[in-house]
């Protein structure tokens, strides 16, 4: 199957760090990387791998999997939280920083935003993944839920509020560069991610061997065209620490 957006994308950021290294396993910063998800195929490529994650039930998952997939010796996991970064890890060292499903727990995105920044080096990049607030509207109101859906899209927030939810916010697209451009990192590509795949039923890919790639075609031709992108289940940002 085809590598989708965000997979691109970070393949060709750990491209340029191996160079700028002349050839060396780029630094990889994974706050909240909870299991692995992204933190074992990374180092599958040869990075090496720094995993903040609170849950010690997660740790012992991404554990297992970094043994399972032979690079344990590339992954350092340390437990604890992006509330103390600057005391978990060096500052400025990170080629690239990781947030995925991050920003939209923690109780203050400035200052989450800020400490990961904080450690990137000069030039590196931020790879952020949040939940789109439109996409939840559209999701709620499909599923006959109209009322909760103008609830949520009336929420300054982007959530339902009183509900038991256990996020604190969703982004859309203009939030979320203001974001990256308040902590001072410059954005270089934003994307949907997820603008079906999420809500398809399995029997729908399984009854043709092809829907599959062409879905995985739609999605990839979809993430960076508006307004298909701005209601995509999830948005990607990567942005740069100016060198
Ligand atoms: C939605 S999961 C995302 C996991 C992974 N990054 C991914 O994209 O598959 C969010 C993770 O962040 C962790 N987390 C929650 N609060 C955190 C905090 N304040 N600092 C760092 N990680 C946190 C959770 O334990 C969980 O593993």
Redesign the pocket.
């Known amino acids: 199957m085809r590598p989708d957006a965000v997979h691109r994308v970070l393949e060709t950021e750990v491209a340029a760090a191996r160079a700028r290294r002349g050839g060396a396993a780029p630094r990889v910063l994974?706050?909240?990387?909870?299991?692995g998800?992204?933190a074992v195929p990374l180092a599958a490529d040869g990075c090496r791998l720094t995993v903040?994650?609170?849950?010690p039930n997660?740790l012992a998952t991404l554990h297992r999997r970094a043994v399972d997939a032979g690079v344990s010796e590339l992954i350092t996991a340390i437990q604890?939280?992006?509330?103390a970064l600057d005391r978990l890890v060096p500052q400025a060292e990170a080629d690239l920083v990781?947030g995925?499903?991050?920003l939209e727990?923690?109780d203050d995105v400035d200052a989450?935003v800020g400490a990961l920044r904080a450690a990137l080096v000069p030039g590196g990049a931020l790879s952020v993944?949040v939940p789109n607030r439109y996409a939840a509207v559209l999701r709620r109101a499909l599923a006959g839920r109209p009322a909760e859906a103008l609830r949520l899209l009336n929420d300054p927030a982007g959530r339902l509020a009183g509900s038991d939810e256990s996020i604190q916010r969703r982004f859309d697209i203009e939030g979320l560069a203001e974001v990256m451009t308040r902590a001072g990192l410059v954005v270089e590509v934003l994307h949907g991610h997820g603008l079906v795949s999420d809500v398809l039923p399995g029997s729908v890919l399984e009854a043709d061997p092809g829907t599959a790639d062409a879905l995985a075609e739609l999605e990839l031709a979809a993430c960076d065209r508006s307004p298909l992108r701005d209601v995509a289940a999830r948005l990607h940002v990567l942005a740069r620490r100016p060198a």
């Open positions: 994974d706050v909240g990387g909870g299991s998800g992204w903040i994650e609170p849950s997660a604890g939280d992006v509330d990781l995925h499903g991050l727990i923690v989450a993944v």
